[in-house]
T-cell receptor
Framework: AQSVAQPEDQVNVAEGNPLTVKCTYS??????LFWYVQYPNRGLQFLLK??????LVKGSYGFEAEFNKSQTSFHLKKPSALVSDSALYFC?????????????FGAGTQVVVTP | KAGVTQTPRYLIKTRGQQVTLSCSPI?????VSWYQQTPGQGLQFLFE???????NKGNFPGRFSGRQFSNSRSEMNVSTLELGDSALYLC????????????FGPGTRLTVT
């Protein structure tokens, strides 16, 4: 069975500093991995995905993520955080053997960026 | 293009009642998935529909059901509501099997009293 873990409930960072949100996964075969962000009272917004290819994936709003197969990780990064990046971030995995799009989400990491 | 729309946005129901939530996908998207979000359980997959057929189902009791119409709009129904059904219900749409991104609506906040 597939699973995804986000070890940190909350990440605090000062504006302008690098931001990292951690994610590890467990899935048979090569995973499909995703990052979503949720602002208060809003749905989830797609940031980026890894399906295959280059291990460094670039996404929306200056975010990127690095796929590391040996460490089964897919950490989200941003070189310089903004106050507006404060939100709830979810890592998700999709089983590549599943023909359809069921996503398994991590518990979420609250990011707080202070001015 | 208009995004995924969900109606109603907020709903208050009493235990034992039933409720129907609606989701209109992005134009051209044929796959609709439903997720339940609660503070305790996080985001959990309910079901996925494509071409009016349920393609995938999560681990929820039979009180949770759904359907998809020929225009790809989808509804989910919860019968005999329980307090634990209070949640944010999110709908997501995508082009179909080979499309990896799912686009989420704002959700319907259901409160069961």
């Amino acid at each position: 069975a597939q699973s995804v873990a986000q070890p940190e409930d909350q990440v605090n960072v000062a504006e302008g500093n690098p931001l990292t949100v951690k994610c590890t996964y467990s899935v048979s075969g090569n995973p499909y991995l995703f990052w979503y962000v949720q602002y208060p009272n809003r749905g989830l917004q797609f940031l980026l995905k890894y399906i295959t290819g280059d291990n460094l994936v670039k996404g929306s709003y200056g975010f990127e993520a690095e796929f590391n197969k040996s460490q089964t990780s897919f950490h989200l990064k941003k070189p310089s955080a903004l106050v507006s990046d404060s939100a709830l971030y979810f890592c998700a995995v999709r089983d590549p053997t599943d023909s359809w799009g069921k996503l398994q989400f991590g518990a979420g990491t609250q990011v707080v960026v202070t001015p | 293009k208009a995004g995924v729309t969900q109606t109603p946005r907020y709903l208050i129901k009493t235990r034992g009642q039933q409720v129907t939530l609606s989701c209109s996908p992005i134009s051209g998207h044929r796959s609709v998935s439903w997720y339940q979000q609660t503070p305790g359980q996080g985001l959990q997959f309910l079901f996925e529909y494509f071409s009016e057929t349920q393609r995938n189902k999560g681990n929820f009791p039979g009180r949770f059901s759904g359907r998809q119409f020929s225009n790809s709009r989808s509804e989910m129904n919860v019968s005999t509501l329980e307090l634990g059904d209070s949640a944010l219900y999110l709908c997501a749409s995508s082009l179909g099997r080979t499309s990896y991104e799912q686009y989420f609506g704002p959700g319907t906040r259901l409160t069961v009293t």
